[in-house]
Each structure stands twice: as structure tokens, then as C-alpha cells.
């Protein structure tokens, strides 16, 4: 049984519970009020596979076929524009800007600002099954109670780890730890044992400054609090941010588990964890990536709520959201709202296509029934596991802490998220490379110099 997703925060724009309302698989709208019905229109979609991606790029043409066939009046063009916040602005000041996309979670905010993004307010209303999606979805796309854009995909992080060196260490990988020091004494155990990284988390490209910001999160504080006018202000040089470098400068220098390279990328983790030399990090949910593009055997992959420190306030969550174009028509931003809903949840409605979505997975070695956060109500989703249960190949009985954790799920920084990680990389490297780094120092730097870009705007 699909366990009940994590306790959400009243403020989250991540969900753990993408709760749609249950519908029929018929069309979402009436076509009597619907603008897009009336005459023919055509809508671009970004992030079209590449001709290298021969059968993710068959799926995406044979679902493009089906679409049109559902909806004769819209064409839908492929393109592979995905979402880049360096040339975005570009991109739409051109007239280049495909008419949706994905937008991460941490920009989309900016975008809203900047009027970057259309207000589809009054078609998610019509729509029965967008204005279903579960309310605590709107701080990610609502603002001054008008919506801009549809969220597709969430996550939250979570202890990643190999059940097959845990095994080789003698430690029960049935049995992963829930708190800090469990995952200090397993890393030093596999350590000592195997010769493999205990544990080890990416340093650079933000990427330290994001993963430390889900330690501090799990060790009892924000890094960032927002006020009801919207103004920041930056909470890094905090008690728990201090713990969680704490424990890595203890994983490196008092246990020596934290392996011998300290300037790592996140394809170097991913890389290390499915090759069987990193034991433990710390990641959204991987299953698929490190299996069909990195070789990892299935069944070594271990999946773990997010561990926590006494004061712990849960683990951070993200996704992406499903953007719009300003410059579209109101026809346009109909057809790509239906897109949406076809593309991206009628898998979960319609059992054909779950089925038949679910059977082409596994004949390309995707693996099926991977542990996610759904993003349709529980019995939903129970009901879309059904469907395709001849196909699933994952043992989901392997995750089950996971699946049935209570976690609050809270969202990234809400303003200048990449600026404040930035500042945090180099805090991360120094703590594994210098055994008498200056936390407070470093800590009291970051957070004035982010607070400056702050408040800068």
C-alpha cells in the first residue's frame, strides 16, 4: 500500500501531496468556453529529446501524435530549449521562448516578479483537473492570488546510500540510520572495512551551498526567512548550520570517511555512488539516472528519509514547475495548459496510457515503479500502481521508510537561492580541506555578503 506522503508547511511551495482531484479521462474543459477549440492553434514545447535520445524521442513523437488526434485544432512543434537562467531573458526578449517549459522551483519566483511569466488563472479554473491540484502547491505559482504556472514535479532529499557496501561492512542496509551520528558511525565502519567513502556530498557549482542548506534544514533552522512584504533576510550563521559543518569536519578529519577529493561535481557523486565507491550522500531520489545512464544494479540502491538532528525541521524539497509565456495568446496558453494535462498527468487517469507508457519503459530498461513523491492523490496513484503492476520492476518493499515518511518538506530559499549556495561552496570545501577552517568567520561572511545581494534586488 502507497504509504501517505510527508506533512507539508503551510508556506512550502514543495508538495509531497500533489493532491489532483480524482477525474474521468475526458477533456478537462468545456469546449464551449474553451478558446483554443474554436480554430486552429499551434504551441511549442521545450525540452523535446534529442535525436540522440532515439527512444525517449519516439515516445515524445508518438505522444505529440496522440495529443494532435485528441485535439485535431492543435499542432504541437518540439523543441529543445531547456530551461537556462543565463540566456532565458534573452530567449523571450527574442521572441524564441518556447511556449512551455519546466522552471526550477528557485527561479520561478523571479520570473513572476519580473513579469516573465503569463497568468493562467482563469484557464487552471476551468480546467477540472489543474484546479484540483492541492493548495499547498500555491506559494510556488500564485501570487496576489493570480497563477502562473502548474507544478509537474516535486521531490524532497534524501539519505542516499548503497545497501550493497553496508552489506560488505556488516551493517543491516534494511536498517538505515535516521539520525547524524548513525551516518557518522556507518561511514566510519565502511570506511574502515571496505577502504570505500563513508559518506561525501558534492562541493562545487552551488551544489555544496544546496546540500549544506538541506543539512542545516534537518539540524533545526532555515537559512533564510521572508517577510510578508517579501523582504529577505539571510539566517545562515545559525547554530544548526554550525552542527551540520560540524559533521562534516568529523567525517573528515576525526573518522577519515570522507574519501581523499574534495572538489566534486554532482556527476562525480553519482558516478562514485553507482560504481560502489561512495557509501552514503545526500540527493533527491536518483533511482533512474544512476541505473539506465550509470550502470548501478538495481538492487544496491538505498533510499532513506532525510536523517535529522534533535531540533530537526524536516528536509528540503524542489521541482519543477511548468512555465508559460507572456507573449503566448490566450489560445496559445489554453493549448499548452492541455498539453500539460495530457503530457504530464494522464498517465494517472488513463490506464491505457499508463499501461502503455509503463510497457515502453521497460522495453527501453527504464526502471518502472521507482520510489517518488506521486503527484496524484493516494488512492490515485494507488489506482495508476494497479494499472501497471505487470510492468513495475522496481522492489518498492526496499523503500519503505521512505515512502511512508512524515517529514515536513520545506522549499528552498526564496530569494537569491544561487547567490546564498554560492557563498556556502567555498565554507563546504574549506571545512573538508583545512582542519582548523574558521567556521564563524566564514559564516559571518557569507551571510552579510548575501544580504548585500539581497538587498541590492
Not at 540522440?52 to 488526434?69: C, G, H, I, P
Not at 545526500?282 to 538505498?302: A, E, F, L, W
Request: proline share 6%.
Amino acid at each position: 500500500m502507497q504509504a501517505r506522503p510527508p506533512r507539508i508547511t503551510g508556506a512550502t511551495i514543495v508538495t509531497a501531496a500533489l493532491g489532483i482531484a480524482l477525474v474521468a479521462c475526458s477533456p478537462a474543459t468545456d469546449p464551449q468556453s474553451d478558446p483554443a477549440a474554436t480554430g486552429s492553434v499551434t504551441i511549442r514545447v521545450g525540452e523535446m529529446p534529442t535525436a540522440d535520445q532515439a527512444a525517449s524521442l519516439k515516445v515524445f513523437t508518438d505522444r505529440v501524435a496522440e495529443f494532435e488526434k485528441r485535439y485535431p485544432n492543435i499542432t504541437v512543434v518540439g523543441d529543445e530549449t531547456r530551461y537556462d537562467p543565463q540566456s532565458f531573458s534573452a530567449l523571450l526578449v527574442g521572441g524564441t521562448a518556447p511556449t512551455t517549459l519546466a522552471i526550477p522551483f528557485t527561479d520561478m519566483t523571479a520570473l513572476i516578479q519580473r513579469g516573465q511569466a503569463a497568468d493562467i488563472t482563469d484557464l487552471v479554473e476551468r480546467s477540472t483537473v489543474l484546479s484540483g491540484l492541492n493548495p499547498d502547491l500555491d506559494d510556488a505559482v500564485v501570487v496576489d492570488g493570480r497563477t502562473y504556472g502548474v507544478v509537474r514535479q516535486a521531490y524532497e532529499m534524501s539519505l542516499m546510500y548503497n545497501r550493497a557496501l553496508y552489506a560488505q561492512a556488516g551493517l543491516d542496509p534494511n536498517t538505515p540510520p535516521t539520525d547524524w551520528e548513525g551516518v557518522l558511525e556507518n561511514a566510519k565502519t565502511i570506511a574502515a572495512r571496505t577502504g570505500k567513502t563513508g559518506f561525501i556530498i558534492p562541493t562545487t557549482g552551488n551544489n555544496g551551498g544546496w546540500l549544506l542548506t538541506t543539512m542545516a534544514y534537518a539540524n533545526g533552522s532555515l537559512v533564510e526567512t521572508v517577510d510578508k512584504d517579501g523582504a529577505a533576510t539571510v539566517t545562515v550563521d545559525t547554530a544548526a548550520m554550525k552542527s551540520s559543518l560540524q559533521f562534516l569536519h568529523d567525517l573528515r578529519w576525526d573518522a577519515d570517511a570522507a574519501g581523499s577529493n574534495f572538489l566534486l561535481s554532482p556527476d562525480d557523486i553519482r558516478n562514485e555512488y553507482a560504481g560502489g565507491n561512495v557509501a552514503q550522500t545526500i540527493n533527491g531520489p536518483i533511482y533512474t539516472d544512476v541505473v539506465v545512464n550509470r550502470g548501478m544494479d538495481k538492487d544496491d540502491i538505498g533510499i532513506a528519509p532525510m536523517p535529522q538532528g534533535a531540533a530537526g525541521l524536516g528536509t528540503l524539497g524542489g521541482g519543477a514547475i511548468q512555465w508559460y509565456n507572456p507573449k503566448a495568446s490566450p489560445e496559445e496558453l489554453d493549448a499548452a495548459l492541455k498539453w500539460t494535462e495530457f503530457y504530464w498527468l494522464d498517465r494517472y487517469f488513463d490506464k491505457d496510457t499508463a499501461i502503455s507508457l509503463a510497457t515502453a519503459a521497460v522495453a527501453d530498461n527504464v526502471p518502472v515503479g521507482i520510489p517518488e513523491i506521486p503527484l496524484v492523490s493516494d488512492e490515485q496513484y494507488e489506482t495508476y500502481l494497479g494499472w501497471i503492476a505487470d510492468s513495475i520492476t522496481v522492489d518498492r518493499s526496499l523503500y519503505t521508510d521512505y515512502l511512508s515518511s512524515k517529514l515536513t518538506v520545506n522549499p528552498e530559499p526564496a530569494v537569491k537561492a544561487q547567490e546564498l549556495y554560492a557563498a556556502l561552496d567555498p565554507i563546504v570545501q574549506a571545512v573538508l580541506t583545512d582542519e582548523k577552517a574558521d567556521v564563524d568567520a566564514l559564516l559571518a561572511e557569507a551571510q552579510k555578503s548575501v544580504q548585500a545581494v539581497i538587498d541590492a534586488g
